[in-house]
């Protein structure tokens, strides 16, 4: 038999080299193409009544930090309508795939707010109101027995015939903030935003998005808005994916609980 020659032994070595790196480098660009195609959802934030973007602060924090691009919007708090199409319009404006996340009447407008774009991919719902076709939030909020909003409320009418709704700065604390310092409750109740009684009167839009987009919920057993049995009951309807409950939480559990509500926010990003 012909042993081979030093030049076809050198030559077949180097084939065999080019051979494994050609083989490495395809490797590296699927996992390339992997990692792009695994990017991380941009996640926005929809506050609720009584509260300003600024009540996410600490969610928001957990969330760039495990490398999220977050936006808290600021809902208008005029109408469901309304304020669902400000949101809407916002959502219009962002490439790929988005975590939607509602706080207590931002519940409702992204129920409404989601529908029919499919970047969308999960609506986490925290504290948060998760209307059907025609219901309300008011209504959602009367149908179980515990929520003592209404008598801590104050009417300020404004031109034109509508009225906004403040919680008064000394029930703040106990009603919507009892397991925050009081010095930091005394301040969201200053800083708190108003919401117009016809919003939380108006009724939810056709076809809710979480009939179709797979949703989360997070609430707190001490809530005093909104009945931790409506809270339940709407998260069942929803066929929520996941359900957290916050033993003895508030209803600003978004601020006294952040860990908890940004780790249920990445298990929505993630599909879980």
């Known amino acids: ?48 009544a009584f509260a300003d973007a600024s009540s996410w602060t600490g969610v928001i924090e957990r969330l760039q ?12 708090l005029r109408g469901l309508a309304g304020d669902a199409a400000a949101t809407a319009a916002l959502l ?19 129920t409404n707010a989601a529908r029919g774009n499919d970047n969308v991919q999960a609506l986490v719902f925290v504290a948060a109101f998760i209307p059907d076709e025609g219901e309300s939030a008011a209504e959602l909020a ?3 027995p515990g929520s003592t909003l209404g008598e801590t409320l104050r009417e300020v009418p404004l031109p034109g015939g509508s009225t906004d709704l403040y919680v008064k700065q000394d029930k703040f604390p106990t009603q919507f903030a009892h397991d925050l310092p009081t010095r930091d409750a ?24 979480w009939k179709d987009v797979p949703s989360w919920a997070l609430f707190g057993t001490g809530d005093k808005n909104i009945p931790p049995a409506a809270l339940r009951f709407m998260a069942e309807r929803a066929n929520a994916r996941a359900t957290v409950t916050v033993k003895d939480a508030s209803h600003a559990v978004l601020v006294s609980h952040p860990d908890a509500v940004a780790h249920l926010i990445e298990r929505a990003a993630n599909g879980r």
Request: glycine share 10%.
């Open 142 to 144: 009367g149908r179980y």
């Open 65 to 76: 930090r495990k490398g999220y691009s977050v936006i808290a919007s600021a809902n208008p």
């Open 1 to 48: 038999m012909t042993q081979p020659t030093r030049r076809q032994t050198i030559g077949a070595a180097l084939g065999t080299a080019l051979a494994a790196s050609m083989a490495v480098s395809a490797s590296s660009t699927a996992a390339s193409a992997e990692t792009r195609g695994a990017a991380k959802p941009t996640i926005v934030l929809v506050h609720g």
């Open 186 to 209: 005394k301040v969201m109740a200053v800083i708190q935003r108003p919401i117009t009684a016809a919003a939380l009167n108006e009724p939810s839009g056709a076809a809710p998005a």
């Open 92 to 110: 219009a404006t962002i490439k790929g795939p988005v975590v939607l996340v509602g706080h207590s009447y931002g519940g409702a407008v992204i």
